[in-house]
């Protein structure tokens, strides 16, 4: 028997450790399949592209936080700093200065995640791990954003366990740069897994994952 979003949410919900946030991913998702996910629990979602989170955060801005889960190009980061509560996809020193331009001109600090393209895929984004260090040292001397830890998305497989690697290995980083202590930067968050593989990301030590599917059931086509 079908599963409604309200008992996907709350199974889920149940199974995440305390200290795991949830992010709902909404992509191609009705105003009334995320009412009824925020109605089961669900605090922060995740949004692809500026201009379908724009419409979605017209009708739902005072009901939940809004996290840019998508690459985000420079030329929407205007539009962006106004709707996202977080950026998770940050990937480049000139996306990062045009976001901080931005929130400069609004009062408004903006967290942000580094994006790491742990398997280096050249169809993916996200910078390559040796970058990472000078990029997040970089992005720190900017007053209007800052750096809370790391996001990836590690290439798609059909066995969960063949995830494990690369999450291992961005926790690896995650920690690395946690330890260098480097001044504004907050390593708190390590943003990685999604419904195919939030169960070995959480083992690998993510805190925070991203689902779509799990609750919303298979994206129509």
Request: proline share 3%; glycine share 4%; hydrophobic share 40%.
């Amino acid at each position: 028997m079908k599963m409604s979003i309200k008992e996907n949410v709350m199974r889920i919900k149940s199974e995440l450790p305390t200290y795991v946030t949830l992010v709902a991913a909404t992509k191609t998702r009705t105003i009334e399949e995320i009412k009824e996910a925020i109605d089961a629990g669900i605090e922060i979602i995740g949004e692809n592209y500026v201009q379908e989170a724009e419409k979605k955060f017209q009708v739902l801005k005072e009901k939940v936080k809004f996290h840019c889960i998508g690459h985000l190009q420079r030329n929407k980061v205007k539009k962006a700093v106004k709707i996202f509560d977080m950026i998770q996809t940050v990937d480049s020193i000139k996306v990062a200065e045009e976001i901080d331009k931005r929130c400069r001109t609004i009062g408004k600090v903006m967290p942000v995640l580094v994006e790491i393209n742990i398997a280096r895929e050249e169809t993916k984004t996200g910078c390559i791990p040796e970058e990472l260090e000078s990029l997040i040292e970089s992005i720190s001397f900017l007053d209007n954003i800052k750096v809370k830890g790391l996001m990836t998305m590690a290439p798609y497989f059909e066995d969960p366990e063949d995830y494990r690697l690369y999450f291992r290995n961005t926790k690896k980083l995650f920690d690395k740069i946690k330890n260098l202590n480097i001044e504004n930067v907050d390593m708190d968050i390590l943003s990685m897994g999604m419904s195919d593989s939030y169960k070995v990301a959480i083992e690998e030590g993510a805190n925070m994952v991203r689902i779509g599917t799990k609750l919303f059931g298979p994206r129509k086509k």
